[in-house]
Every structure is written in C-alpha cells, then in structure tokens.
C-alpha cells in the first residue's frame, strides 16, 4: 500500500535528484531541463494502481487539497531557491 510517507519521500526524492534546477526553466530547444529520476519513473510505472488507490484515499478523507499545497510549496520553493543561488552565482 501506498502511504502518505511514500508519497511525501517520492516528492523530496524527486526535488532532490533535480537538486537546483526549477520545474519553470526550459532549455533553448523548449525541453524542460528537470527529469524524473529512474526511482520515480519506476515507481509511477510499477506502483501505478497504488498511487491510484492512495489519491482516491486522501481525495475520501478530505486530505487532498493539502498534498497539492504540500507540492506547490515544495516547487516554489525550490524555484525561489533556484533563482536566489542563480543571483548569487551572478554576484561573483
């Protein structure tokens, strides 16, 4: 069974493979310069019916409004994170 725990460690797992790089930056060709980690796309591929079973939970128990805000506030703030250490970089 997929749990809240799976789902919060697979987000930091995800965050932490594309470690400073923002889901919002695209390459000059339009490709997104993030990518799903062999861990995650193995996850989405074999845990498929899982997944689907804990978004169904947490949709039940009135729970899934606060796992959107849960990744919105990771994604920005990896992207804050992004810009502020992009900043730095051009300050030297």
């Known amino acids: 069974m997929f749990t809240l725990t799976d789902f919060q460690d697979a987000i930091e797992h995800q965050i932490l493979h594309n470690r ?10 339009g490709n997104l310069i993030c990518n799903p980690s062999r861990k995650t796309t193995d996850l989405l591929i074999h845990q498929t019916a899982d ?9 039940k128990d009135g729970k899934y409004e606060q796992q959107l805000r849960y990744i919105a506030d990771k994604s920005i703030k990896l992207f804050m994170e992004v810009i502020l250490l992009s900043n730095q970089k051009n300050l030297l």
């Open 20 to 29: 400073n790089k923002s889901i919002f930056y695209e390459l000059e060709n």
């Open 51 to 59: 997944i689907s079973q804990f978004i169904q939970s947490i949709k």
